[in-house]
């Protein structure tokens, strides 16, 4: 007796085969065996994804580049091609061009940078960082221009200051001629152990080693580079495991940025599934510093405090400032000794005299600012006034000035004790307990004046840079650098740029937080919600305070214990998506009020078949029209996650091109929002944007081609041309609606067999969807291990046209519906189409789709015959 099934919705999407025994689940009915070049809508039905338009090939073929989304409105938003050291930008329209040529700016970023640069957008800006590099501001600065240059940054932020009382520093104004002492490059690293990859070695781009054995053996390696490279000078030890290089002493800067690079391979002749490279830094040349007769300040500290990696970072010295006072006289116009002051002042005057006084503030000495004026007529009393000047952390000079006074005038000018926090930047290198600097602030003591109050910039080369950037309640975050990895630094509220403090600490100052883990893992990312979440290499931990927050409120607290990549999460609705700890799992993360805590799901737990041996290298998030999320993984492929959080939806596809997917971005557009792809093509690597799917439902109108071209004009055509990107290609075209195959680019075109109005031009791709076996349960149990036969399908399908169908052999076509008018293309449908089958028994039955034109499809549901 003949069986009736349905599969009515695909809302689970492509399952791991681990999965199809599961017929006890609820959702069994909605999984699929496969699901290639296939939507899967929330409502529960699957479409043929779109094709993708080309835009432009990347500047280099054969270098890593990646995309970022710059978004100001629906109206503008950008997608920035950020490759080896330069920047390019693209809109939905085109790249920005200047003076005929593809408008470019320079990035500090090379090409193995690339995946670890963070961003963060606020308005106009984008904040770009990564762990090697001071953090980068992109600015748009006019409709078509973008400005690209270091972050500004004041006043900090700092390490935890010196408790060391024996050990102190002090600056020191020097004019004779001062030596810089040569130090060593280094590099030091355990490497990372694969025994069933081969490994070759590079030093400096040049192999060194290369054998024909599996694993990596460091002993070897160190035997190698000292007899190819020792009468350099270089030297390399092996440290129970640990490789260390070092560059001769004089000439140790010469060696900074020197790479050492390994390929781990799986054959001899393989291309290399992993690359590592690490490079040389803190090197130094001995040579001339400072000539004679200059003039220049020197931080010096009485042990060995310094290298050259720290050129560029900050230094604060806080010194104790005791009561300063002046006391004199002047007379008509005289001007008063200075005073130092940290904000308090008191002025008295004796003596017989009368007319104006001013009391004036000064930063530097030269220019002077009124901070109150006084007058006394002849017989008053003398002047007793006290006052504060403006809060603020910068020391300030005062001084008494006559505006021709009559007689003579007595006075005491005295300020308060005060602790005063200078600041330097490290210029250059002179030996282990000197460095050139340049004063920001200026210090409190005298020039020797020691001080073991002192605290050393967070970021600088040796120290490292931040790796996380955001923003959190008006203020301006950074996390994790190499020397603090679970540190987080927010600036003051609303001056992005500022990372300094009163002399009292304000609610709104600069402040910085610790996590204090039972493990030292290293902050991977930030996202931002309610709290602020953040993801460390082995754990999961939010931030949050009771109002605005301020140093005195914050709340931290360990959420758990899996561990993140280091790929920037997405915030999906009031859910956070993140990839765990080593690359290969998708997780949900999110407050539970049931467990008053945060809890999350494994969103990859019924398809790990398509991350198997792979890591997700990028994620995108588009929210119009289905709620997709894009992941790009190691080794170029593409899946597609169909994510409903509130209705417990998701499903995973997999998208096949005639490429390797590179990178991903997503930005708004009115009405949708825009999937970018960076795909390597042959030899070139290509811009690509998806295109909406079913803007208009005219056939003609259809693009289901990837790395595509569009012609359309009111006079008949044959030649379409600015094909360049598919140069020697076999392509198939769409022309007014009927495609055509077989044709094959020559410098940069083709011909077309007739004339014609609307042409679309690109690779073809094939989209799948094979069901898994209807489950149905018989009086003597379950029908999954006895052979049946499918007999017949009925397909629902939407805005359809063409399509195969079939049940494990045979595919047969779906026949359109003829135009009603004679000589148009045939228009999509809505229909029910049924097919009889002449399968044999088996154990799978299951029904395939395909469709390889470049039309739309959607499958709605099966409607299964089974006997």
């Known amino acids: 007796m003949p069986v009736h099934a349905i599969a009515s919705n695909f809302s689970g999407g492509e399952v791991s085969p681990h999965l199809y025994p599961r017929v006890d689940v609820p959702a069994y009915g909605s999984w699929l065996k496969t699901a290639c070049n296939f939507l899967v809508h929330p409502q529960g039905g699957a479409s043929n994804r779109p ?17 970022l989304p710059f978004v100001l409105s629906e109206e ?55 762990p090697g590099y001071p953090p980068q501001t992109l600015r748009r600065t006019e409709d078509g221009y973008f400005a690209l240059a270091a972050a500004v940054m004041k006043d900090g932020p700092f390490r935890v200051a010196n408790t060391q009382a024996e050990r102190k520093m002090h600056l020191l104004e020097k004019s004779d001629t001062v030596v810089s002492q040569g130090v060593k490059a280094t590099l030091s690293f355990l490497p990372v152990h694969y025994p069933n990859y081969f490994v070759q070695v590079f030093w400096r781009g040049e192999p060194f080693y290369d054998p024909d054995t599996y694993g990596f053996n460091v002993s070897e390696v160190v035997q190698y580079f000292n007899a190819a490279y020792g009468s350099t000078g270089c030297k390399a030890y092996d440290q129970g495991g640990v490789l260390r290089i070092e560059s001769p002493q004089d000439t140790g800067g010469d060696y900074n940025g020197a790479e050492l690079t390994i390929y781990y391979r799986a054959g001899l002749v393989s291309a290399p599934k992993l690359v590592v490279t690490q490079a040389l830094s803190g090197g130094c040349n001995a040579g001339t510093v ?18 050259p990696g720290q050129v560029g970072a900050l230094f604060a010295l806080n010194h104790r400032v005791q009561s300063p006072y002046e006391t004199g006289t002047l007379g008509y116009e005289g001007i008063s000794k200075v005073i130092k002051t940290g904000g308090d002042w008191r002025l008295r005057t004796t003596g017989s005299w009368y007319g104006q006084i001013v009391l004036e503030s000064s930063l530097d000495q030269v220019t002077w600012e009124k901070v109150k004026h006084f007058t006394k007529a002849q017989g008053e009393d003398n002047l007793n006034a006290l ?18 006074i009559t007689g003579e005038m007595g006075y005491v000018l005295q300020a308060d004790a005060f602790h005063q926090e ?29 001080t073991a109050d002192w605290a050393e910039g967070s970021f600088c080369p040796s120290n490292g840079y931040p790796a996380c950037v955001f923003f959190y309640q008006d203020r301006l975050g950074f996390a994790g650098s190499k020397k603090e990895p679970q540190t987080l630094w927010f600036s003051k509220t609303g001056e992005y740029a500022d990372f300094g403090h009163l002399r009292e600490v304000a609610d709104s100052d600069a402040l910085s937080v610790s996590l204090s883990g039972k493990k030292l893992n290293a902050i991977r990312s930030v996202a931002v919600g309610s709290k602020l979440l953040i993801f460390t290499a082995g754990s999961e931990w939010s931030l949050g305070c009771s109002g605005a927050l301020t140093p005195y409120n914050i709340e931290v607290a360990q959420e758990g214990e899996r561990g993140a990549s280091a790929v920037a999460p997405l915030v999906v609705g009031s859910r956070t998506l993140y990839v765990q700890s080593r690359g290969g799992v998708l ?59 509130e209705e417990d939806l998701f499903a995973w596809t997999r998208h096949e091109s005639q490429g390797t997917f590179l990178s991903v971005c997503s930005i708004a557009s009115r009405g949708y929002d825009e999937t970018w792809f960076l795909v390597r093509r042959g030899e070139k690597t290509c811009v690509e944007r998806l295109l909406p799917r079913l803007s208009t439902k005219e056939p003609q109108d259809q693009v289901f081609l990837d790395c595509s071209v569009s012609k359309k004009m009111t006079q008949p055509f044959t030649a379409v041309s600015g094909l360049e990107h598919l140069e020697g290609q076999e392509v198939c075209v769409l022309a007014d609606g009927t495609p055509l195959k077989g044709l094959t680019v020559q410098q940069g075109s083709i011909t077309l067999p007739h004339a014609v ?20 349960q018989g009086a003597d149990g379950t029908w999954q291990d006895r052979p049946r036969r499918l007999a017949e399908v009925t397909v629902k399908l939407l805005d359809s046209r063409g399509g195969k ?8 076509e779906i026949l359109h519906l003829p135009a009603p008018q004679y000589g148009a293309p045939a228009p999509l449908q809505t229909r029910d189409v049924r097919k009889v089958f002449s399968s044999s028994h088996s154990c799978f039955p299951s029904i395939t789709f395909e469709q390889s034109e470049p039309l739309p499809v959607t499958v709605l549901a099966f409607v299964l015959r089974m006997c």
């Open 51 to 67: 094709g993708t338009a080309f835009v432009r090939t990347a500047k280099y073929a054969d270098k890593a580049c990646r995309l």
């Open 387 to 404: 006052g504060s000047l403006e809060l603020s952390a910068s020391l300030r000079y005062l001084r008494v000035r006559c505006l021709q």
């Open 757 to 776: 109005h609307t042409a679309h031009v690109g690779l073809a791709y094939t989209a799948r969807l094979q069901t898994l076996p209807v489950e149905y």
């Open 805 to 812: 169908v079939g049940a494990g052999g045979k595919m047969d």
């Open 422 to 450: 200078g600041i330097v930047r490290l210029d250059g290198y002179v030996g282990p307990r000197q460095m050139g600097v340049s004063i920001q602030r200026r210090i409190g003591g005298e020039s020797g004046e020691w």
């Open 76 to 130: 503008e938003a950008y997608v920035l091609e950020l490759g080896h050291h330069y920047v390019r930008v693209h809109a939905p329209g085109g790249t920005l061009l200047q003076d005929g040529a593809v408008y470019e700016l320079t990035s500090p970023y090379g090409e193995k940078d690339l995946s670890a640069v963070q961003y963060v957008q606020y308005g106009q800006t984008l904040y770009l960082v990564h």
């Open 290 to 307: 400072i000539s004679s007769g200059q003039s220049k300040w020197y931080l010096e500290a009485d042990f060995d405090a310094f290298e």
């Open 587 to 645: 997780r949900d993360f999110f407050y539970e009020y049931t467990c008053n805590g945060y809890t999350g799901r494994d969103l990859t737990l019924r398809a790990k078949h398509l991350f198997f041996n792979k890591e997700i290298k990028e994620l995108s998030y588009q929210q119009e029209p289905d709620n997709l999320i894009w992941c790009v993984l190691s080794d170029g492929s593409l899946l597609c996650l169909t994510y409903v959080a």
